[in-house]
Nanobody
Framework: LLVESGGGLVQAGGSLRLSCVAS????????MGWFRQALGKEREFVAANTWSGGSNYYADSVKGRFTISRDNAKNTVFLQMNNLKPEDTAVYFC????????????????WGQGTQVTVSS
C-alpha cells in the first residue's frame, strides 16, 4: 500500500512537499516514481528514483524545480516541488516497481490513491 500526502492549494511560485509512505513493501528494493494526471489528460511521468544506484530522473517540464528523494529507513519517498506553476495542477500519484521502463506507467505495479495539487495564478 502506498499513501500520498502533502497536496493542497498554493499560489504560483510557491512550494509543496509531497510524501508517500509505503506499507507491506520495502521501498529500498524498488524504484519509486511520481506521476501526475491533470483533468482530462493522460497520467504522465514526473520523477523517479531508482533502487539500484539511487539515480534521479525527471520530466523536462519539472527539471530544476522538483526534487525526488527517499528515506528508506522510514519507507517513504518525497517530492519537493518549488516554483510551482498553474500547469502543475494535477492529482499526483506515487508508484513503486522494478521494471526498467520507469518513466512509463507500465514500469510500476503498485500505485497510491493520489493527492491533489492546485496552483493558482
Amino acid at each position: 500500500l502506498l499513501v500520498e500526502s502533502g497536496g493542497g492549494l498554493v499560489q504560483a511560485g510557491g512550494s509543496l512537499r509531497l510524501s508517500c509512505v509505503a506499507s507491506g513493501r520495502t521501498i529500498s528494493r524498488y524504484t519509486m516514481g511520481w506521476f501526475r494526471q491533470a483533468l482530462g489528460k493522460e497520467r504522465e511521468f514526473v520523477a523517479a528514483n531508482t533502487w539500484s544506484g539511487g539515480s534521479n530522473y525527471y520530466a523536462d517540464s519539472v527539471k530544476g524545480r522538483f526534487t525526488i528523494s527517499r528515506d528508506n529507513a522510514k519507507n517513504t519517498v518525497f517530492l519537493q516541488m518549488n516554483n510551482l506553476k498553474p500547469e502543475d495542477t494535477a492529482v499526483y500519484f506515487c508508484a513503486s516497481g522494478t521494471n526498467i521502463r520507469f518513466t512509463t506507467k507500465s514500469g510500476y505495479d503498485l500505485w497510491g490513491q493520489g493527492t491533489q495539487v492546485t496552483v493558482s495564478s
